[in-house]
Structure formats: structure tokens, C-alpha cells
């Protein structure tokens, strides 16, 4: 168990030292890179600063974004859901009006299992009413 906690321990340290290289390597390369520019209402802005400024607007619009998606990934899940209550209800509606349109025709049906409920029930009840009778 304990070299199985070792793996994950090393694991997670590998990854968040690769995590920190690769964040690294792209904060060198926006700031001393290719002379990035950044475009703010007609303006130019360059150097260390336009870098940051892109990156600072980077990330608000992809924050923006995953806020929209998650309004967007709510409102289906509840649309989906209203969807799929009156789809069961639809389906339970349906099997009731089935089961209306058949009855009509299983009531021949329906006649000798009456029959049989009815005198069995009263077999039943002629025993309990001897056994009664003699335990008293």
C-alpha cells in the first residue's frame, strides 16, 4: 500500500512540476516573445505591458465564457428536464387511455375472474369464521 502511495505522491508532484514549466515557458514567450501588440480601441500597446494586458484580457473573456456556459449548460439541463416530465406524463396518459379503449373488450374477460375472486374469498372466510368457532 505504501509504494502505491508513493506513486500517486510522486504522480501529483510530477504533474504540477510540468504544470509550472509549461506556465513558465508561456509567460517568457508572451512577454520576451515575438513583440506581442495587443489592439485596445485603435491603440497599440507593446512590450511587457501589452503582453500583460493580453493576457489579463485573455483570461476575463475565457472567464466570461465559462460563465456563459454554464447559464447555458443549466438552462438545457432544466429545459430537458421540464422535456422529460411531460414526456412522462404523456406516456402515462397514454397507458391510461390503452387501458380504457381495452377494458371494453376484456370484460368477458373480467366476468369469471370475478367469479372466481368471489367464491373463493367467501371459502376463505367460511374458514376463518370454523376456526374461530373452535378455538373458543
Request: charged share 10%; aromatic share 6%; net charge positive.
Amino acid at each position: 500500500m505504501d509504494s502505491k502511495l508513493s506513486k500517486t505522491s510522486n504522480t501529483k508532484k510530477v504533474v504540477l512540476g510540468l504544470f509550472i514549466l509549461l506556465l513558465a515557458v508561456s509567460v517568457c514567450q508572451a512577454v520576451f516573445g515575438d513583440g506581442m501588440t495587443v489592439n485596445v480601441d485603435g491603440d497599440e500597446v507593446g512590450g511587457p505591458f501589452g503582453a500583460l494586458l493580453g493576457i489579463v484580457l485573455g483570461a476575463g473573456g475565457l472567464l466570461i465564457a465559462a460563465l456563459a456556459m454554464t447559464c447555458a449548460a443549466v438552462f438545457v439541463g432544466l429545459v430537458f428536464a421540464g422535456v422529460g416530465i411531460v414526456m412522462v406524463s404523456a406516456l402515462v396518459l397514454a397507458g391510461v387511455l390503452l387501458a380504457a379503449a381495452i377494458s371494453p373488450l376484456l370484460l368477458p374477460l373480467l366476468i369469471p375472474v370475478g367469479l372466481y375472486w368471489y367464491f373463493s374469498s367467501r371459502s376463505r372466510k367460511q374458514r376463518l369464521r370454523a376456526t374461530m368457532e373452535h378455538a373458543v
